[in-house]
């Protein structure tokens, strides 16, 4: 039996919990730290953590991820709340679709920024949401009301901070184990929840990119490009309180760059297409890390060379398609052009002849060329051109639906099948012409971008202040004809192309579909040649991965739809053409950007 002193007894030591005593730990205040290695080995770690955008595509073990999870799951929280859930991403299409989600709204930061910051922001490399093979969002499930939660009665955000550091967790976690992450926030909280399907009060907190580094940054990414640099310690610690009287020392408020302006499933069958592949992206970054050239020298250019170097998996053809779509529009009659409505038949027969601005673009960009006659004047069609005429009626927008039901899938069929055989060449350009056509895109984009028609009708080509006026008037009288369909486009972008569209904007979107489903970019023109783009999307969002934006026209709207679409355009030229001359002329830039990167030196 244990000898004890007079008077003294043996302390009961629990069989659970701490099994310390005061007197343990009064004797010893710090014999709680782990050993030097551990302190060393932990300081290493954090001083070691990066935001990671380049990954390469190798997979992430379950056994590793699950190890990165359960560090994320031991964080605190407030009031034991373990408010966190984490949703893993693997599907590429979520993937694909998220990342869209992301070009939009890194396009919608750079826009608030001023001019040098911008550029600055658009040039650097912001996430690796189609490169990364996992994807975990980490979300906040904030349906217990915050009184109901030992601590958030007076601090209600404390379950955002709880997930906070569950990231965290997972951050070193995985750096630990040789893996990177990057925290991507660039997403509109609704539009990122909608595409998780997250309940009411289940907040994301930002999506985690998660795999093998294909990057080994020895200081933070931002701090590398002189975006910024860290703060001395001494620049963010006071004592005791906030120093706010001019005689002390106190911190200087965070640098602002604000810019002084700124103080659906698919429908229709067919092919669909596949989401950019993360590994051949990789590969085509890989392939420009080992020129003897600087990364990204060519900017903009160096990021659409890399995707469609992607998209052909090394082998794209240095050639292309100039896809030329023509029709007539009722709207015509209403005195919304200068031109009259034979011109389009006009410009479309000298495209057969090879005489046009666009036929002659093309040619000069190495672009085969595709004509077709989707409805313009006259009784029979261009000689020499593909017939796709409507065969239904066609109205003026301002009274009936510019096209029927029936003919918008009949021309999106054509369309699909158009453009798989398009992509056998390799780029696919898309080019229209049509008398009229720039109301039923002002109308389009009103439509999809929610601009009024006082910002979205341009002047167009030769117009005067009296016909600009009569063209936002029947976009006014179309967009309150139509009304709800308008703002429900999303449900069904087809229903909007029969209520304002145009025949050759339903056949372009049915080429991109086509084209995307064969593995080919597609460079769009200006805001007719840009938005079945965008309709296109709507029906098939991996679509968004295959757009190059070839150009941005001097209309707002069609600005709007670019930032929508999330594409930076390669071209700002402020053309009026048509025809498919931008996106010609941006395509010449594309087969020479590919033409550059495979003839540089390579480096060992």
Known sequence: MEERSAGMWPRPTPLVGDTTSARERADDPSGWAFGDDVIEALDAVIAGRRDIRRFRPDPVPSDLLTEVLTAGHRAPSVGHSQPWRFIVVRDPSVRDRAAHLADRARLDQAALLTNDRAARMLDLKLEGLREAPVGVVVVCDRRTPAAGVLGRATFPDADLWSCATAIENMWLAARARGLGMGWVTLFDPDELSSLLGLPEDVVPMGWMCLGWPDERPPTPGLERAAWSKRLPLEDVVMEDRWFENVDAWAPTAPVSHLGAAHVGDGTHAGHVAQALPAESLVAATDTADGLLSPAESLGVLDRVVSRVEALGR???????????????????????????????????????????????????????????????????????????????????????????????????????????????????????????????????????????????????????????????????????????????????????????????????????????????????????????????????????????????????????????????????????????????????????????????????
Do not use: Y
């Open 314 to 604: 090394g082998v794209m053809p240095l050639t292309g398609t100039l896809v030329l779509v023509g029709a007539a529009h009722p709207v015509a009659a209403l005195g919304v052009s200068a031109f009259e409505e034979r011109v389009t038949r006009d410009v479309l027969e000298a495209a057969v002849a090879g005489s046009a601005m666009g036929a002659v673009a093309a040619r000069s960009a190495g672009l085969g060329l595709v004509v077709i006659d989707a409805g313009v004047p006259g009784e029979k069609p261009v000689g020499g051109a593909l017939p796709a005429r409507p065969l239904d009626l066609r109205g003026d927008l301002s009274t009936t639906d510019a096209l029927t039901r029936a003919d918008v899938d009949r021309l999106l069929a054509t369309g699909r099948r158009l453009g798989e055989g398009a992509a056998r060449t390799g780029l696919v350009a898309l080019g229209e012409v049509g008398i009229g056509n720039t109301t039923v895109a002002a109308a389009l984009a009103c439509a999809v971008t929610g601009l009024s028609p006082l910002d979205a009708v341009g002047v167009g080509a030769g117009a005067d202040s009296d016909i600009v006026e009569r063209k936002r008037t029947v976009v006014e009288q179309a967009l309150a004809r139509i009304g709800p369909r308008a703002t429900a486009w999303r449900a069904d972008p087809a229903d909007l192309l029969a209520a304002v569209g145009g025949a050759e904007i339903a056949l372009l979107t049915g080429v991109v579909l086509g084209a995307a489903s064969g593995g080919a970019p597609v460079v769009l023109d200006g805001l007719a040649g840009s938005l079945p783009g965008v309709l296109a999307v709507s029906i098939e969002p991996s679509v968004q991965s295959h757009l190059i934006a070839g150009q941005r026209s001097r209309e707002r709207a069609h600005a709007e739809v670019l930032r929508l679409l999330g594409l930076e355009p390669l071209l700002s030229l402020r053309l009026r053409a048509g025809e498919g001359v931008g996106a010609a002329l941006a395509a010449s830039l594309v087969l020479q950007g590919l033409k550059i990167r495979r003839g540089v030196a390579r480096t060992q």
